[in-house]
């Protein structure tokens, strides 16, 4: 039922697009931001010309009397999304797999009381499916914040996150510097990867490059865990390489100091087209009152997924693993 409600609002949602973008001689990026504004409550029409206005009413009419969850409006905006980056050369404009998210989200109730209501933050949140992923998967009420610089990304999150009636704190700014909110809960988050160009904002933070431009993914880790709470989770998608770098060791100390490594996920190689863009998923704990090292951190190679057998093996695994971790928050 919700893959045919997938199927009908992502139709509906591309048919809109193609329309708008034969119109007005846009890019289908550009043309999905109008779509999603008109479906989502028929805002911007005055942009459209009357024959374009009157065919994408009637388009809207087939799934306006029907309603729909989250998870089907999630799906098929990500898959509108896909078709508008398809071919992207720029990684930021690269959404999270919904197989990550979705372990990120098993993760994240493996260290959090499904009963305990959390605040939860997305320093790179992009067009928002990773966050609104792992919302959709969370039964309690919550607290949202995420942040991006991208102007078009962060209106396509924002507009992602009210079709599927999420409430989400929006901060359209450059990450790596300052946030008017409290620290929080959990920070999930997929690191930007490469050299951050502002160096005088890199000078404040602790990974700084001793010389030349710093890492914004080493920055990224700084950040997050200044805005957690003591005790607070971080899960992040991180590059393969990130603790064989040049400035690893610098890194590798911060953390000793700052957070305990609960565990390593090494994502399946067959998800990646070369090594160099393999990825893991790393989860920390900011020190804190009572919180303990793991004694052995949860380092786990995933096999492929299309292996039903060997990935229900390592997840009971990880389940006996989280039975004697000591740190979950209740």
């Not at 990120?104 to 609104?132: C, E, V, W």
């Not at 991006?148 to 700014?173: C, G, K, W």
Request: proline share 5%; charged share 25%; net charge negative.
């Amino acid at each position: 039922m919700e893959q045919s409600n997938v199927e009908k609002l992502y139709k509906c949602i591309d048919n809109i697009t193609e329309m708008i973008q034969s119109a007005k001689n846009e890019t289908y990026l550009e043309s999905l931001v109008l779509s999603l504004n008109i479906l989502l409550d028929g805002g911007r029409q005055d942009e459209l010309d009357d024959v374009t206005r009157h065919k994408v009413i009637e388009a809207i009419q087939t799934v306006n009397e029907e309603v729909f969850d989250a998870e089907p409006y999630r799906k098929a905006v990500s898959l509108a999304i896909l078709k508008a980056m398809k071919g992207a050369s720029q990684q930021q404009h690269l959404l999270t797999p919904d197989t990550v998210s979705f372990l990120i989200s098993y993760l994240m109730n493996k260290l959090i009381d499904s009963k305990r209501q959390i605040s939860i933050f997305d320093p790179a949140s992009g067009t928002a499916n990773l966050l609104t992923t792992v919302l959709n998967q969370m039964e309690n009420p919550f607290k949202a914040y995420a942040s991006e610089v991208d102007p078009t990304l962060i209106e396509l999150a924002v507009l992602n996150a009210n079709l599927q009636r999420r409430e989400i704190s929006f901060y359209h700014q450059d990450s790596l510097r300052p946030f008017l909110i409290e620290p929080v809960d959990v920070v999930v988050t997929d690191l930007p990867v490469g050299y951050y160009p502002d160096d005088a904002t890199a000078a404040e933070y602790q990974l700084k490059a001793d010389e030349g431009h710093s890492y914004a993914h080493h920055l990224f880790i700084e950040q997050s865990l200044k805005y957690l709470k003591d005790g607070g989770f971080f899960i992040g998608v991180i590059p393969e390489f990130l603790f064989d770098s040049d400035q690893s060791d610098k890194l590798y100390a911060f953390l000793q100091e700052t957070a305990h490594i609960v565990g390593v996920i090494r994502l399946p190689e067959t998800f990646f087209k070369s090594k160099n863009q393999a990825k893991s998923v790393l989860v920390l704990q900011k020190k804190g009152d009572g919180t303990k090292e793991p004694k052995q951190p949860l380092l786990v190679q995933l096999p492929s997924f299309k292996n039903a057998q060997a990935m229900a093996d390592i997840i009971k695994q990880v389940n006996l693993w989280f039975t004697t971790y000591p740190n979950r928050i209740k």
